[in-house]
């Protein structure tokens, strides 16, 4: 299986500062067909996971361009341009590039 | 606008089953997959299978593939995911989400509660 590590897994921003998120897989998520399926998702409190990001930087419908995404192979980073309140929550990052699907430990992000 | 309605809290027995239902609305059901994606309590998320509504095809995961069960009803526009044999390992909150690489929208969740 495609191990997936982030980190840091907690991170305080201060409201209006950017925020960065890294996440490594085990093996290079670039699929047969050419496309690196790695996505990112937000998970607030208490809510399901909601979608930002998919096969690298393609940002959802509804997604805040404060939102983006970079990286190749095995490399990957979400980064929020300005932190806001309700970004609060833990992000995912999840390779659908080879089955077992896996995710990442997730990344809580706080406001200091 | 597209909507996943997930079934209500259960309790259940070690060694019995579970059928989480999970109802689709705002787009073609047969369209899309629906994707199984489990959440213990505190923990992280973890991907148990996938089905094609299309054509019934199934993709689980090696560790649920003998206890697992994923099924579609294209009259009711409805998914089902049933897991056998519960132990309290299985606590968790069972999620829907269309969608087979990019799984774009999620069910609410269903929290499973295995306890004697």
């Known amino acids: 299986d495609i191990v997936m590590s982030q980190s840091p897994l907690s991170s305080p921003v201060t409201l209006g500062q950017p925020a960065s998120i890294s996440c490594r897989s085990s093996?290079?998520?670039?699929?047969?067909?050419?496309?690196?399926?790695l996505s990112w998702l937000q998970q607030r409190p208490g809510q399901p996971p909601r979608l930002l990001l998919y096969k690298v930087s393609n940002r959802f419908s509804g997604v805040s361009d404060r939102f983006s995404g970079s990286g190749t192979g095995t490399d990957f980073t979400l980064k929020i341009s300005r932190v806001e309140a309700e970004d609060v929550g833990i992000y995912y990052c999840?390779?659908?590039?080879?089955?077992?699907?896996?995710f990442g430990q997730g990344t809580k992000l706080e406001i200091k | 606008q597209v909507q996943l309605v997930q079934s209500g809290t259960e309790v259940k027995k070690p060694g019995a089953s579970v059928n989480v239902s999970c109802r689709a609305s705002?787009?073609?059901?047969?369209?899309?997959?629906i994707s199984w994606v489990r959440q213990a309590p505190g923990q992280g998320l973890e991907w148990m299978g996938w089905?094609?509504?299309?054509?019934?095809?199934?993709n689980y995961a090696q560790k649920f593939q003998d206890r697992v069960t994923m099924t579609t009803d294209t009259f009711t526009n409805t998914a089902y995911m049933e897991l056998r044999t519960l132990t309290s390992d299985d606590t968790a909150v069972y999620y829907c989400a269309r969608g087979y690489r990019r799984l774009d929208y999620w069910g609410q969740g269903t929290l499973v509660t295995v306890s004697s």
């Open positions: 999840v390779q659908a590039t080879q089955i077992p699907y896996t």
């Open positions: 089905i094609s509504v299309y054509n019934g095809n199934t």
């Open positions: 705002g787009y073609i059901f047969a369209t899309y997959g």
């Open positions: 093996q290079s998520l670039v699929h047969s067909d050419g496309n690196t399926y």
